[in-house]
């Protein structure tokens, strides 16, 4: 009861912010802005992508509903598929959203829809693993992971190797690191998603940003100020500590954790999963 109490003012504060958006910017522009929805596996970079799009409203007609990741409810409950796909076509022109969507229909269809601009951000698996490890064992102590993390394993070793393998124990579940890949390989073979690393955001960012600009401009956004005046606000609008998940963020981080084991298993689990990607030219790292 509680939970569609939050979500009914939610979705008042929602009407009340395209109000005032088109207001703000004409009630034509924001028809014209698509809706946006930031895309990626956990720990790959969603809350980095997040803060770029809230940067948007200062930008042009666009709209930050507030709401959760579109695959979660307002308690964190993971949502059916149906109840995903009706998030999705909720969305209207200029709104923003995230969330963690595997490419698959209807899904797929519904963030490639005319009107739609959908951004996938992924991020070096080994990077990605390491801070799956670090989440679940030190700052989220309600994670599915963590006390499978904490009592069935000792070193920093086993649990990499297990975000690696993946783990099937009761109460206890994570895929594959390759398995999980394999739901979202599809978003690379979809034309009207635009796809950014990780560690493009981080060490090329301007690139990063211009290169989502000229994807939202394709789409019918028009940004007010200068491209370049565009890049300063977006640039101030990421700020990675604000984010309750950050830990260090730091491109190539698994260096430091990542045994002589753990690099023997991942390239026995994810074969080319890293030439794939584009983060190794073989398998000699």
């Known amino acids: 009861m509680q939970s569609k109490i939050k979500f009914g003012l939610k979705l008042v504060r929602w009407r009340f912010r395209r109000l005032a958006a088109a207001l703000i910017w004409g009630p034509g522009r924001l028809s014209q802005s698509p809706a946006v929805l930031g895309n990626a596996m956990p720990k790959s970079g ?4 997040i803060q770029v799009l809230q940067g948007l409203p200062k930008l042009g007609a666009f709209v930050n509903p507030g709401f959760p990741p579109v695959n979660r409810n307002q308690d964190n409950r ?6 995903i796909l009706a998030n999705i076509q909720r969305m209207r022109s200029g709104d923003i959203g995230y969330g963690y969507i595997g490419c698959e ?13 959908s951004i996938f951000v992924y991020r070096d698996p080994r990077d990605m693993v390491v801070s799956q490890v670090f989440y679940a064992t030190e700052m ?9 993390y904490t009592e069935n394993l000792h070193t920093t070793e086993e649990r990499i190797n297990a975000a690696i ?3 099937e124990e009761p109460g206890a579940e994570l895929s ?4 999980r890949w394999d739901k979202y390989f599809g978003w690379f073979q ?12 981080i060490l090329n960012r301007n690139t990063a940003l211009e290169s989502i600009l000229d994807f939202l401009e394709v789409r019918g956004f028009s940004a007010q100020p200068s491209r370049s005046h565009a890049l300063k606000i977006l640039n101030q609008a990421i700020e990675p500590k604000r984010s309750g998940t950050f830990r260090k963020g730091k491109p190539g981080n698994w ?6 084991s753990n690099k023997t298993i991942f390239k026995e689990t994810t074969g080319d999963l890293l030439i794939r990607l584009g983060y190794e030219k073989d398998n000699d790292w």
């Open 78 to 83: 993971k949502l059916t598929q149906a109840e």
């Open 46 to 49: 969603s809350h980095l992508i």
């Open 176 to 179: 594959s690191i390759r398995s």
């Open 105 to 117: 229909e209807p899904l797929k269809s519904a963030l490639t829809r005319p009107g739609m601009a």
């Open 190 to 201: 979809t034309p009207e998603v635009l796809c950014v690393r990780f560690e493009d955001l």
């Open 165 to 167: 393998q993946g783990v």
């Open 255 to 260: 260096q430091e954790h990542f045994s002589e």
């Open 140 to 148: 989220n102590l309600e994670h599915g992971m963590h006390h499978y």
